[in-house]
């Protein structure tokens, strides 16, 4: 089973939001990394079927999905990064709407809707009306829909948005739990979303892809580009080349964490994580 995307571009007037993509997705958890713009949304609806790609095409197990139609669709799950459930319903009545929507026989949907209440941890809400829920079961509910037909791709845009640590751990742990036998691509900006759990990286800029393998393989490229500083904190401003992750103000002493390309004569080369991998690309850090 595999997802291909073909010379995919998406260009809307002048602006160019997916430019010319091509990569291939199978089974496990493909993290999508990029900066809020960088197109990730874009690909993700066209993969779904949302929007027509201005050129190129997506291939399903070599097929394109225009020929495909309602047999490709039936093996999507889909959760956008705005949900849309009526607040004045109730969770089971809801899922049932759903599953109606999604052309579930109604036995099989009241199976799947007990496994996957339980999976996520919301057996007991099943009576609460979705505006009682909170933010955190709000999105778990988000994942019982898109699960509910149970996808063979399951696509997953900005999840844990605005869930706290806790909740952003638990969900996690949700997806690392399904992910194994599906094809799962999960679009964040929050490296911790992925860290630990991705089976595949990619890494999405101004509409290109720009990186595409598994962790290792990214960050040994990262090798001998992060280094650890204890500097004195007069010097701290006067570091020339690379990007500060992070600092740490003592009372004599800095300490900073760098990446550069450069070699950097008083620092301390330590291994990369993929928070590095992502500020690198990205130059999120502090300037210097």
Do not use: W
Not at 37 to 50: N, W
Not at 57 to 68: F, H, M, Q, S
Not at 182 to 199: F, M
């Amino acid at each position: 089973m595999e997802l291909t995307l073909n010379k995919l571009s998406k260009h809307y007037g002048n602006k160019i939001a997916v430019d010319s993509i091509t990569t291939t997705l199978k089974p496990g958890l493909n993290a999508l990394l990029g900066a809020n713009g960088s197109g990730k949304t874009t690909m993700l609806r066209m993969i779904v079927d949302i929007i027509n790609p201005t050129s190129g095409e997506v291939l399903y197990n070599g097929e394109p999905i225009r020929k495909l139609k309602e047999a490709y669709l039936s093996d999507i799950g889909y959760m956008p990064q705005h949900l849309g459930m009526y607040p004045n319903f109730k969770v089971e009545e809801f899922l049932m709407y759903m599953a109606t929507l999604k052309g579930l026989h109604k036995s099989y949907a009241k199976e799947r809707m007990d496994i996957l209440l339980k999976l996520v941890h919301l057996e007991d809400k099943r009576k609460a009306k979705i505006k009682t829920l909170s933010g955190g079961m709000y999105q778990r509910l988000g994942i019982v829909v898109a699960l509910l037909n149970d996808p063979k791709i399951l696509i997953l845009d900005e999840p844990t948005a605005g869930l706290d640590p806790k909740e952003r751990m638990h969900f996690k742990n949700i997806i690392s739990s399904i992910c194994q036998e599906k094809i799962v691509i999960l679009s964040t900006h929050i490296v911790s979303d992925i860290s630990e759990i991705a089976d595949q990286i990619i890494i999405m800029k101004e509409g290109n892809i720009i990186s595409h393998d598994i962790p290792e393989k990214l960050l040994e490229e990262m090798q001998g580009k992060v280094y650890l500083l204890h500097i004195p904190n007069e010097e701290a401003s006067n570091i020339q080349n690379g990007t500060i992750v992070s600092k740490k103000v003592g009372k004599e002493m800095t300490t900073l964490r760098v990446i550069s390309d450069q070699k950097l004569e008083n620092g301390e080369v330590i291994e990369p994580n993929l928070n590095d991998l992502y500020l690198y690309h990205f130059q999120d850090g502090e300037s210097i």
